[in-house]
Structure formats: structure tokens, C-alpha cells
């Protein structure tokens, strides 16, 4: 099922791209565990990395990965607090790549990338934005991935629900019967 | 998203000069009051909570559906101002089942408004339980359908079961739901009638509000302002010249033998103010206005403010929740949006001494929602979609608000040890349920059993006396009555001790029924304001 602008537009509305400022998901004060600010991988880099992750976490049958976590994320990485969240959390995932597979995750084929997501313990993680390593990676690139899915129309269809929560999909849908 | 609570310091929180009136409390009873009394008189409204930003509703939404936060952090609820006690019988879960802020607990609530039914408010006669109301349904009509039209009530003329009324509902009902459409099937083989919900929410554009679109979310929070709460009210207060003061904690009502004369407060720079006024409206909660009325005790009420009966915060009461849940082996279309559309209220009047009053719901949110799923468990891609669309799809459950009646053991009180961040000492809610609510439940549960056996459901889950918890309404600890021995509250809702002291909220209400009760609350604000507006002429 291919992504559309429509669904990338349809999860910005659900999670909402609000301007606020620093706010207590800011990850800077979380320890010393990530990288240093001026170290951050910049918005080009960002996007491929969760490209590559987004083809892991998202089902074979969904299409258009690439320009949907793009539109997404343009707006997520626009969000103060969030986006240094995210932006570490991509750090994480390319440093472990490179020390464990010498090679960065792009670079990686798709059973690797997905290992790297299982070696760093994602999988097993509970999001936390303010918590261990895996907790915030989970929280800021895996989660929000899924989220940005699974709130979309497109997403909601392939579990079998048009109007899933968090997407404004009018009071039409509740009414229908299975099609 | 910053927390409102970093928020904000900077405002003027000084005290009005010449007020006419302090509303205590900025939910939907004290914005009404102070919305009807705005025009005509100097209004302070003093709200412990912040003033939020709706432009995070969104990012509230996401909070709503991320494991990573639990439900009192939607609106940050919780901390050391929040701290309390919980020694009865049943635990009570109190900072989920309350908001402080501008809007007060509707920013978080359902918005089910239905009226009591006439006999809820002759228990005592009518089902041999309980006090009779000192009012009767008859001395509410133009009340509720003035609290209707505030609310922007969508409902139908289709329950059989309802008190009389007047004239049509603001709007429109909203439509059946598919799953209602396949419960309706059993209920007629079982001869239950189903009908529509009043929701104040919004089935059409209403008071410069949008219709509802769909997000799912309305409880906790509705991004899109169709579900009704109570900002509504107090901006259209302020936008009348009232005084809003925000983040202004009352911790002390400061009075002579039979008058309040100012509401201390403190504000988040640790200042202390003193709003004096010539009426006060206690519209802060049924836990915290008997808190507030403990906490302004003095050598002359040494039991608390308005406690000659001694009654002041015995009888809480709150609904109970009775569920049955189940899988059918077709598609459900759940979770599409996050309200009720069809109730049975047939068993309502039916209570008696053994069996109180109980209503059915049928769920359109039953099971799991895929995206909270998603969110959650070990694994991703296909095996990921394909878990989702084995929990998602065929669930059903109706459930059931139940009343409990009002016993002197269980009440809200102080708690002798703890105190807050500002050293106030915190409410105890010493629930005590009653076994006439168990009974109830169990029969509930009955019918709700019957009712998924006669869909060919497989019943995979049961809330009964055991497992039951409440609605979060909080009832009875400041009972209305005639007779100052035996009630705090007149049948005006003015203390019986205190001249000048109202009470707006479901705290006065003698016993509950089995409504969810912020429509009758809402007409009960408005009768206290028509009452203030008519002390002050
Ligand atoms: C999850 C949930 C779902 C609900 N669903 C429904 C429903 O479907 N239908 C229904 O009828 N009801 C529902 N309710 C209940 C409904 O929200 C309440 O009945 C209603 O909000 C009560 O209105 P109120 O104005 O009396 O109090 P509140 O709305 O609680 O407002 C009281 C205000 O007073 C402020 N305050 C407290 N202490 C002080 C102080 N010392 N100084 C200054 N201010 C103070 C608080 O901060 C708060 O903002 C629900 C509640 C919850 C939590
Ligand atoms: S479904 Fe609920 S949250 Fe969504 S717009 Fe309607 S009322 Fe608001």
C-alpha cells in the first residue's frame, strides 16, 4: 500500500508540530551517555538514517517510505526539545553501526539494520524520552516511526482501521460496516 | 511543549478591588457562575491549576497515546501540589479522576450530560433508600435546558426512559455506530431498547466551536474543541470583564461568625494575597471544597468552616463502573472515534432498596487500538502488522455506571500526616463502596452477559464487584437539605452557617443516581448564580 503526502500530513496532525520551547523532553540534560551537541548528525543525515530504520520497522507491503518519513520528519526536527532527541537517537544507532559493523546504517543490508535495532536493546525497550540509551531510542526514532505509521490512514488501513486515533478522519467511519 | 507550570510567572496576580463576587475554582461550575455573572457584576474567578496553551492539545494527544506517559500527565496532574491520602476501604485514584486548570476536570472528562431521572431525587420515597433531595426534578427544567444550551448538548428525542423535557436538544444526536447496529439486533431479540447519547460535543459547528472531526482521543484530551469544557465559559466570563487569576491556590477563607471575608491565596511566587468580595461561590471540587472548609478552621469553627452539621465531606459518593467484555467473529469497527453513541437507560427505574439505578453503555472503543498497540511489544515489520491485526478488530463490550449511596463512612477528610508543597495538609478520600452497589453491579453484569451471549460473543473479560472502580464524580461531601442539623448546604446551595457562601458543584448533591453529573451540576451553577445575582440587587 503506497504512503502518501497525505498520510506524512495526516501523522503531522496527529502529533502535532507545535513550536513549543524547551520543554521536560529535552534529552541535553540526560546524562553524558549521548554525544555532544555540536556532534549532532545534521537534517540530510537524519532522514536517511530513519529511512533505513523505517524500512525495518514498517510492513513489506507499505511503498513510498521515503518521502513520507521525509515530510515527516522535516516538521518533527522543527521541534524544539524533540529534535535533538531524535537527533541522538540516529547518533546512537550510526555509532553502534560503525563500531560493531564498520560500516554506517545506511550502508547496512536489512537483516543487519535490523540486528543493530535488536543490539541495542530497542526491542525490548520501553520509549522513555528521558531514560536509558535504548529507552530514548525507542522513544525518539522507533516509536516515533511507528507512531507516525500507525496514525496515518494509509497505516490505520492496513490493520483494518481507516480513521485510527489521532487522525482527524470525521465521524463517517465509525458508522460503516466492513467493507 | 513547555509544562504550564514553568509557565507564566510573570502575571499580575494581585487581588480585585470592590469585588462583588470570588468564584473559587475555574471548572464548569464556577465558569458558568462567573460567565452568568460577568455582565452585571465584578467577577474574580481564583483557579489553583494553570491556564493551558491550546495550542499543545496535539502534543497532549500524543501523550495520550504514548506508553511513555501515564493518563495525570496529559494534564500535568500529579506532583507535590497534587499529594493525597487514600485510607478507606477502596482505593481512590484521585489525581486521575480530576484536572486543575482553567476548565477544571472537562478538559480531561467524556462529556456524557444526561439529566437525573424524577425519582433520583426522591430516593428515600421513591426506592426506600437514602435521603430525598430538598428539590425535585420539577424545580430544574429551565435550568437544564439552559446548561444544555451552554454546553452545546447533541442528543435525541429516541429514550423512552428519559425525564420529560421541553424542547429538542441543541443538536442533533450523533448517529448510530456500526457496532451499535449489530447490538441492537441482540437487544431486541432480549426486548432491551437501545438509544441515543447526549454528548456535549459537538455533531454540527456550535457556539464558534468546531463539529467533531474524528480524532478519538476525547478522553483525555480533544484537540479540535468539539467536546465541550469548561475554558468556553471562563473566557466568555473574561471577555466580560472578569478577572481570571490563574495558578492562585486558596488555601484559607477568612471570616467573621456568619460571613466569609476574603479567599487567601498564594501565587507561584510564594506571595500571599486576600480577595475580598461580597459573595463567595465554592466551586473548586467535591474533594476540595471540603478541604478548603477543613483548612479554614478557626477558634470559632473549630471543625471547619460551614461544619455546624458535622457533615462536611462525609457522604462522598462516586459511580461504579460494571463492564463485560468479548470477541466476536467479525469485524467490530472499533475505536474509530471515542465516544458513546447508544446507552439502554431500561433498568434505571426499576431501583429499589436491593438493586440501586444502573445504566448501559455500549462501548464504541472496546479493545485494543492499534496505534497505542504498535507502540508497545518486542517486535516490528510484518510480524508487527500481523500481531495488530490479530488483537484489533472484533471486540465489543457494554458497561454500566452504577450508584452507590451516601454512608458517613466514607468521606474526604485531611490526612493527619501529609502535607503539600505549600505545607497544607492533603485530602484523604476514605472511600467506602456499600453492598447495595455490589449487588448492583452483579446484576449489571447479567445483562451485560446476556447481552454478549445473545451476539455469540466469546466473553473474555468481566468487571464485577471485584474488580469495579469509579467514574470520577465526586458526590455528597457537602449535602444539601433543609435542616441545618443534618445538611451543609440549603436547598439554594448556600451554607446554611455562612451568609454570603455558596456551593456550586456535585458536591451538594444528597445521593447520585446513576447519571453522569456534570449536566446537573451545570444547572445548579446557574441556579447559584441567579441566587448571588439576586443577594447582590
Ligand atoms: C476521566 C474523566 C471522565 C469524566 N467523564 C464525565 C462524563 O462523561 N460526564 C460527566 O458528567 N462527568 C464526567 N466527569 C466528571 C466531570 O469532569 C466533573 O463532574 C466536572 O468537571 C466537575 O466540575 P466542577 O467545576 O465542579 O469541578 P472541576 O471540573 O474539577 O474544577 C474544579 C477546579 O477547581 C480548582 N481548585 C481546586 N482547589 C482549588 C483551590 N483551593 N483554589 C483554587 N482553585 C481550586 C481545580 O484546579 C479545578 O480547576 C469525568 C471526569 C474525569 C476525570
Ligand atoms: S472524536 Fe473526540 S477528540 Fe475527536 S474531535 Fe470528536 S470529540 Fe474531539
Known sequence: MELSRRDAVAALAA?????????????????????????????????????????????????????????????????????DGVREAVATVDDHAQQWHG?????????????????????????????????????????????????????????????PQGHPGGTDTYQRGPQ | ??????????????????????????????????????????????????????????????????PAYDRPDVWEMGGERDAHAASGEWFYPLNHARVKGIGGSTLHWQGMVMRLHEADFNSGTERGVGPDWPIDYADLPPYYVAAERELGVA??????????????????????????????????????????????????????????????????VCPSGAKY???????????????????????????????????????????????????????????????????????????????????????FMDHLFAGVGGILDEPTRQNHVGFLTSESHQFYDDAGEDIGPFKLEFFNYAGPSPVELALTGEDWGDDLLERLRSEYGNHVAVGALVEQLPREDSYVGLAPERTDDRGNRVPDVHWHVGDRALRTIERANEIQRSILEELGAEVTWTVGPDETGPAYHHMGTTRMGTDPADSVVDPACRTHDLENCWIASSSVFPTGGAMNPTLTIAALALRVADAVDAALR
Open chain 1, 15 to 83: 502529533l502535532g508540530i507545535g513550536a513549543g520551547a524547551v520543554g521536560i523532553s529535552q534529552v541535553g540534560d540526560s546524562g553524558s551517555e549521548g554525544p555532544p551537541e555540536a556532534e549532532l548528525p545534521d537534517d540530510a543525515h537524519v532522514e536517511a538514517v530513519a529511512v533505513a530504520v523505517a524500512e525495518v520497522l514498517y510492513p513489506s507491503a507499505v511503498t513510498g517510505v521515503d518521502e513520507f518519513v521525509s515530510e515527516f520528519l522535516s516538521a518533527r526536527l522543527s521541534r524544539e526539545g524533540h529534535s
Open chain 1, 103 to 163: 560500516e554506517q546504517y545506511v550502508n547496512l543490508d536489512d537483516n543487519t539494520r535490523d540486528r543493530v535495532l535488536r543490539e541495542l536493546g530497542t526491542d525490548t525497550a520501553e520509549e522513555d524520552p528521558e531514560g536509558t540509551v535504548a529507552e530514548r531510542v525507542r522513544y525518539y526514532l522507533v516509536n516515533d516511526l511507528l507512531l507516525a505509521l500507525y496514525a496515518s490512514p494509509t497505516g490505520g488501513e492496513l490493520v483494518g482501521i481507516e480513521n
Open chain 2, 1 to 66: 511543549m513547555t509544562e504550564s507550570a514553568n509557565r507564566g510567572q510573570e502575571r499580575d496576580r494581585s487581588p480585585v478591588p470592590n469585588a462583588d463576587v470570588c468564584v473559587i475554582g475555574a471548572g464548569p461550575a464556577g465558569g458558568l457562575v462567573a460567565d452568568s455573572l460577568a455582565d452585571e457584576h465584578e467577577v474574580v474567578v481564583l483557579e489553583a491549576g494553570p491556564r493551558f496553551d491550546e495550542a499543545d492539545r496535539l502534543e497532549r494527544q500524543e501523550r495520550a497515546i504514548r
Open chain 2, 155 to 220: 442528543g435525541g428525542a429516541d429514550n423512552p426512559f428519559a425525564p420529560p423535557r421541553e424542547q429538542p436538544h441543541p443538536m442533533p444526536a450523533f448517529r448510530p455506530s456500526y457496532s451499535d447496529s449489530l447490538f441492537a439486533e441482540a437487544c431486541n431479540e432480549l426486548g432491551i431498547a437501545m438509544h441515543s447519547v447526549p454528548n456535549a460535543r459537538n455533531s454540527e459547528p456550535y457556539d464558534g466551536r468546531s463539529e467533531c472531526v474524528g480524532y478519538g482521543t476525547c478522553q483525555p
Open chain 2, 229 to 315: 469544557d469548561a475554558t468556553v465559559h471562563v473566557e466568555s466570563a473574561a471577555e466580560q470583564g472578569a478577572t481570571v487569576i490563574d495558578r492562585a491556590r486558596v488555601e484559607q477563607l477568612a471570616h467573621d461568625a456568619d460571613s466569609i471575608r476574603a479567599a487567601t491565596y498564594t501565587t507561584p511566587d510564594g506571595a500571599r494575597h486576600r480577595q475580598e468580595a461580597d459573595a463567595f461561590v465554592l466551586a473548586c471540587g467535591g474533594v476540595e471544597i471540603p478541604r478548603l472548609l477543613f483548612m479554614s478552621d478557626s477558634d470559632q469553627f473549630p471543625d471547619g468552616l460551614a461544619n455546624e452539621s458535622g457533615l462536611v465531606g462525609k457522604y
